[in-house]
Nanobody
Framework: QVQLVESGGGVVQAGGSLRLSCAAS????????VGWFRQAPGKEREFVAA????????YYADSVKGRFTISRDNAKNTAYLQMNSLKPEDTAVYYC???????????????????WGQGTQVTVSS
């Protein structure tokens, strides 16, 4: 497993942008796929985006496609989620997670991941 710490959350007006970071510890980070999930109050955790171990494959939920961009820098052991054109419905706690399979399998399901960060709050005001 790797240890993950998210940062970059905050309060932003609708239409604004935020960039979330997911810093990982452990030398094997480059072999893990990374996923971003979010959970709003009273709702289930939902998939947002994922990136394979090499960065060659990316995946997005339909609700964020075209607005969010996932990326990673293996030299820095960090993954990112650039969020543009934010909407009030994007308000949630955002979690990053690490998938030891490197992105094989269903990256959209939480059970694919064995390590999770503590989450960072994103609030979008209207």
């Amino acid at each position: 497993q790797v240890q993950l710490v998210e940062s970059g959350g905050g309060v932003v007006q609708a239409g604004g942008s935020l960039r979330l970071s997911c810093a990982a510890s452990g030398r094997t980070f480059s072999t893990y796929a990374v996923g971003w999930f979010r959970q709003a109050p009273g709702k289930e955790r939902e998939f947002v985006a994922a990136i394979s171990w090499s960065g060659g494959r990316v995946y997005y939920a339909d609700s964020v496609k075209g607005r969010f961009t996932i990326s990673r820098d293996n030299a820095k052991n960090t993954a990112y989620l650039q969020m543009n054109s934010l909407k009030p419905e994007d308000t949630a706690v955002y979690y990053c997670a690490a998938d030891p399979r490197g992105g094989l399998g269903n990256v959209r399901t939480p059970t694919q991941y064995d390590s999770w960060g503590q989450g960072t709050q994103v609030t979008v005001s209207s």
